[in-house]
């Protein structure tokens, strides 16, 4: 029996899901929840030998959970389920050596053979997101830059990424200003964002 636990936040799609995975005689839900935070709850209590992960869902994300699992040497396979083919999230998601990466609008029939094959030890990639692989570009921001943009990320401001990293405040916004006009944003706020379904941060 392949016991399994949902993430996913979208309660539609994750009531359908458990629903027809509980048609399968070989497959077991073993819980069901609507964010991260529960899902390293339930992959600690049910130790599945699946998750099935959504990429973007509240407290912990699909990918953060995918790298928990990794560093606690949990045997769960790794799926992760997402409505974007962006080559960063893709690219992070190998990081995390997950065993499967699919795209939400892929038919039921191919989710539930996809769980079988990365029990028998294949990893399993929708057609569409291989492809965006090789679209990847490279990251042009330096580690400082990246550094940056994540503290902004957590919503620190120019003096307290200042104080946190022991640098003068003229430092981080040199630093930011660089960032913005390697991505051709026109904030640090869209910076953040371009970088960050970029998979840059």
């Known amino acids: 029996m392949i016991r399994v636990v949902i993430a ?17 005689e070989d497959i077991e839900v073993a819980a069901e929840v609507p964010d991260g ?13 699946v998750c099935v992960l ?12 995918a ?16 409505t974007f083919a962006r080559p960063g999230y893709l690219q992070k998601a190998m990081d995390a050596r997950v065993e499967g990466y699919l795209l939400k609008d ?9 769980i079988r094959r990365v029990v028998a030890g294949e990893r399993v990639i929708s057609t569409d997101l291989a492809a965006a692989l090789f679209m990847r570009e490279e990251n042009p921001l330096s580690h400082r830059e990246v550094e940056m943009l994540r503290l902004t990320k957590k919503g620190m401001t120019t003096s307290e990424i200042s104080k ?23 904030s640090r706020q869209q910076a953040v964002q371009i970088a960050e379904e970029k998979g840059w941060i």
């Open 106 to 114: 892929e038919p039921i029939d191919y989710l539930i053979e996809a």
């Open 164 to 186: 946190a990293l022991y640098l003068t405040k003229g430092t981080v916004r040199n630093y930011l200003s660089s960032a913005i006009q390697k991505l051709e944003a026109d």
């Open 67 to 82: 790298e928990r699992i990794r560093a606690a040497d949990l045997p769960c396979k790794v799926m992760i389920v997402t």
């Open 37 to 49: 935070n529960e899902a390293w709850e339930a992959i600690q209590r049910h130790q599945p030998d």
């Open 8 to 24: 996913e936040d979208q309660q539609l799609l994750r009531g359908a899901l458990t629903s027809l995975l509980r048609f399968e």
């Open 54 to 65: 959504d990429i973007e869902m509240p407290g912990i994300s699909g990918l953060e959970l």
